[in-house]
């Protein structure tokens, strides 16, 4: 089509130039479903300044406020992980941007990083017997094992369908669960620092997929009902809240017994066939 009021062919040098966008800056499914990742860590951050921090710093918190602030935050955190757990099922069953992998852990970073350091600095600050300072180490303890937790993801090749170290959106939620389980605060230190230590460890976790995959989306679901029911003050929602956060420790403290537990058995079983085949030798 041709303007006689402006250049000749403008629509059609539009559409050549929208043709020959590079295939890096065309964003997938995918690559959207991250970025809806990282927009609900920006907005749990969000909830935890203006419905925790800020009230507490001028003196006009109310305990239903802050409630209902740190459940959103929370909720929004699993929401991310869902974002998080599909982003890579439609990746694997659709296609995937050549910027989808960086775009997950700078998604990651923000979500499961920040907001989770974020949640447990702004806890060391309104917490009764919480000492800031301390919190505050702990807070960036967790962003440093995050950052090298998603650093080694990038460079370390495992074997097909297992993580090294705690995945940063357990670690997240475990960080959150001994937050709001409102324990002492030197065993919630302890309980965080431990946290931090099994995502940068040599831990073997199994990644979400097939079955374990929809028990995961099973249980953030079920989390999000406990926090919404604690949040409004429902009849046995501090109760759900607990039993929630509790199962999330016992489960983040469980699961490397028993990947230890596997790798023992693998290496008697890898003896005793070596045994037996020197023993098999004339």
């Not at 990746?91 to 499961?112: Q, T, V, Y």
């Not at 489960?251 to 023993?279: G, H, K, Q, S």
């Amino acid at each position: 089509m041709i303007d006689p009021d402006t250049q000749a062919g403008w629509v059609a040098e539009a559409e050549d130039d929208a043709e020959e966008m590079p295939l890096s800056l065309r964003l997938s499914i995918a690559d959207t479903l991250t970025l809806g990742n990282a927009t609900c860590g920006f907005m749990a951050v969000y909830f935890t300044t203006t419905g925790i921090l800020i009230p507490h710093l001028t003196g006009s918190n109310e305990s239903g406020m802050a409630r209902n602030s740190a459940a959103t935050a929370v909720i929004l955190m699993l929401l991310a992980a869902i974002f998080d757990l599909c982003d890579g099922l439609v990746a694997r069953k659709l296609r995937s941007s050549p910027m989808g992998a960086e775009l997950d852990n700078l998604s990651d970073l923000i979500s499961f990083g920040l907001a989770p350091a974020y949640f447990v600095l702004v806890y060391g600050m309104v917490a009764d017997d919480a000492q800031q300072k301390v919190s505050a180490v702990a807070a960036i303890v967790v962003l440093l094992a995050v950052v090298l937790r998603l650093a080694r993801f990038s460079c370390v090749t495992l074997k097909d369908g297992m993580f090294q170290g705690m995945p940063s959106p357990f670690g997240a939620l475990t960080v959150v669960s001994i937050v709001l389980l409102e324990l002492p605060f030197i065993p919630t230190l302890l309980a965080i620092i431990g946290t931090a230590w099994l995502m940068v460890s040599r831990v073997e976790y199994p990644k979400p997929r097939g079955v374990l995959a929809v028990a995961m989306l099973g249980w953030i679901v079920a989390a999000m009902g406990m926090l919404a029911a604690w949040a409004f003050d429902a009849p046995g929602g501090q109760v759900l809240l607990q039993m929630g956060c509790a199962l999330q420790i016992v489960m983040a403290a469980t699961i490397p017994l028993f990947a230890t537990a596997r790798r023992v058995n693998t290496f008697r079983d890898n003896r005793r066939e070596n045994r037996e085949a020197r023993a098999a030798q004339p």
